[in-house]
């Protein structure tokens, strides 16, 4: 529903008579690897963001288009400059390096709601995350629209797959069977990690694409979704950048390719505490998301949804 890591620090000096370090041709690797990952205050599996968060932003798109059928505007290209307009706030988090259960390769669960998400995270001694980190973790240090940059690229993140109809009634069957079936005819999806493009400036995979993914809200509530948002789209033609946010469902909602990761606060850091969005209620800790055994799933389309030249 989501940003290349800062270079590694520069060697140490030799003394005048040792011979120069020999030039590496390695990459630095991604934030949360690498042997300063050691000294994390998260979890191994998770990534520690430290950066601010950027309340307003303004930026020029410069391909634009209008989904009559979504009734949304998508932008394809912005201009390489994002310009905050309020003043930034501090934000130091960990996330869920994939989305949930956090490994690379497995398929994250289906049909779960806020709630769900919620108290499956806090049976890890986690929570969902809030809107802003999930944006911050998603836009990377140089906040990026995209977390792999400044244009939407299908290449680089599950999105853009052509819209297979569903069917309501066996999708939301009591029996497992009909659900599971219509479920996977549905399906998708690719598992996590499996596009090494998909990843932000801070080292977070999958954050645009693959599942939607349910977040607690820290802006003031709106529409139907009090609380609670909808991050990052799905494997569709829809708003698969960082900013967007789904409003438009209630946090009970639960969908075929609505999913979620988690998050928590650093180690011995004091808790974030939203100032200006809606409490959210407290939920029982419990494993409220199992996870389903796809064995044929549909898989992305072979053909991707084009971009249509026009806008509004």
Same mark, same amino acid.
């Given at each position: 529903?989501?940003?290349?890591?800062?270079g590694?620090?520069?060697?140490?000096?030799?003394?005048?008579?040792?011979?120069?370090?020999?030039?590496?041709?390695?990459?630095?690797?991604?934030? +949360?690897? +690498?042997?300063?990952?050691?000294?994390?205050p998260?979890p191994?599996?998770?990534?520690?963001?430290?950066?601010?968060?950027?309340?307003?932003?303004?930026?020029?798109?410069?391909y634009?288009?209008?989904?009559?059928?979504?009734?949304?505007?998508?932008?394809?290209?912005?201009?390489?400059?994002? /310009?905050?307009?309020?003043?930034?706030?501090?934000?130091?988090?960990? =996330?869920?390096?994939?989305?949930?259960?956090?490994?690379?390769?497995?398929?994250?669960?289906?049909?779960?709601?806020?709630?769900?998400?919620?108290a499956?995270?806090?049976?890890?001694?986690?929570?969902?995350?809030?809107?802003?980190?999930?944006?911050?973790?998603?836009? +990377?240090?140089?906040?990026?629209?995209?977390?792999?940059?400044?244009?939407?690229?299908?290449?680089?993140?599950?999105?853009?797959?052509?819209?297979?109809?569903? +069917?309501?009634?066996?999708?939301?069957?009591?029996?497992?069977?009909?659900?599971?079936?219509?479920?996977?005819?549905?399906?998708?999806?690719?598992?996590?990690?499996?596009?090494?493009?998909?990843?932000?400036?801070?080292?977070?995979?999958?954050?645009?694409?693959?599942?939607?993914?349910?977040?607690?809200?820290?802006?003031?509530p709106?529409?139907?979704?009090?609380?609670?948002?909808?991050?990052?789209?799905?494997?569709?033609?829809?708003?698969?950048?960082?900013?967007?946010? /789904?409003?438009?469902?209630?946090?009970?909602? /639960?969908?075929?390719? =609505?999913?979620?990761?988690?998050?928590?606060?650093p180690?011995?850091?004091?808790?974030?505490?939203?100032?200006?969005?809606?409490?959210?209620?407290?939920?029982?800790?419990?494993?409220?998301?199992?996870?389903?055994?796809?064995?044929?799933?549909?898989?992305?389309?072979?053909?991707?949804?084009?971009?249509?030249?026009?806008?509004?």
């Open positions: 529903a989501a940003p290349p890591p800062p590694a620090p520069a060697p140490s000096a030799t003394p005048a008579a040792a011979p120069p370090p020999a030039a590496s041709a390695e990459a630095p690797p991604p934030a +949360g690897e +690498g042997p300063e990952a050691a000294a994390s998260c191994a599996d998770m990534v520690f963001v430290d950066g601010t968060f950027c309340p307003k932003v303004a930026r020029t798109c410069v634009k288009e209008y989904d009559p059928i979504n009734h949304i505007e998508l932008c394809h290209k912005f201009e390489h400059k994002t /310009t905050c307009l309020e003043p930034e706030e501090k934000r130091a988090f960990c =996330i869920d390096k994939y989305e949930y259960p956090n490994r690379e390769g497995a398929h994250p669960p289906w049909m779960v709601s806020w709630f769900d998400g919620q499956t995270c806090g049976s890890l001694g986690k929570r969902l995350c809030y809107a802003s980190e999930w944006i911050t973790a998603c836009e +990377g240090p140089e906040r990026t629209p995209f977390p792999y940059g400044w244009e939407r690229d299908n290449t680089a993140c599950n999105i853009d797959n052509w819209f297979i109809d569903p +069917g309501l009634g066996k999708m939301y069957s009591k029996d497992p069977a009909v659900s599971s079936a219509e479920l996977e005819r549905l399906d998708q999806s690719v598992p996590s990690g499996a596009l090494p493009r998909c990843v932000s400036g801070y080292g977070v995979h999958d954050l645009t694409g693959n599942f939607d993914e349910w977040v607690t809200s820290d802006f003031p709106e529409d139907k979704s009090e609380w609670a948002g909808l991050k990052g789209g799905a494997w569709g033609h829809v708003r698969n950048a960082c900013r967007p946010m /789904t409003t438009s469902h209630p946090p009970s909602f /639960t969908y075929y390719f =609505i999913s979620f990761r988690c998050c928590k606060d180690e011995g850091r004091a808790p974030y505490v939203p100032a200006r969005g809606q409490k959210a209620p407290p939920v029982p800790p419990a494993d409220r998301a199992p996870l389903p055994k796809v064995e044929r799933p549909a898989g992305p389309s072979k053909t991707k949804v084009p971009a249509q030249r026009r806008s509004r």
